[in-house]
């Protein structure tokens, strides 16, 4: 994350237990508007579908990546839905 972005109060809490074969829980967060004047906090579920020290896999019920959002109403467009990912260390 930007520190720029930190800075403004940007953060991101993934809270997750083990059930049976993947990982299941909550991210909590909040994200800022690029001129820092308006901000939104949410909580989203989250799935780990594999973890291993070079790569997680899962899913999180987030906006797609090109949402837009709306400020006033802390809602986005297009909505929020499962969005599978991949992270894999920098090193």
């Known amino acids: 994350m930007p520190e720029a972005a930190k800075k403004a109060g940007v953060f991101f809490l993934m ?3 083990k059930d049976g074969d ?12 690029t001129d820092g004047g308006k901000s ?3 909580t989203w579920p989250i799935e780990l579908t594999l973890v291993t020290p070079d790569r997680i896999e899962g899913r999180s019920f987030t ?4 949402a837009k959002t709306d400020w ?4 986005y467009s ?3 839905d499962w969005q599978p ?5 920098v090193r």
């Open 15 to 17: 809270d997750v237990k």
């Open 22 to 33: 993947k990982y299941v829980g909550k991210i909590n967060g909040r994200i800022v508007s």
């Open 40 to 42: 939104c906090s949410g």
């Open 63 to 66: 906006p797609p990546v090109n």
């Open 72 to 75: 006033n109403a802390c809602t």
């Open 78 to 80: 297009p909505p929020a």
């Open 85 to 89: 990912f991949s992270w894999i260390p």
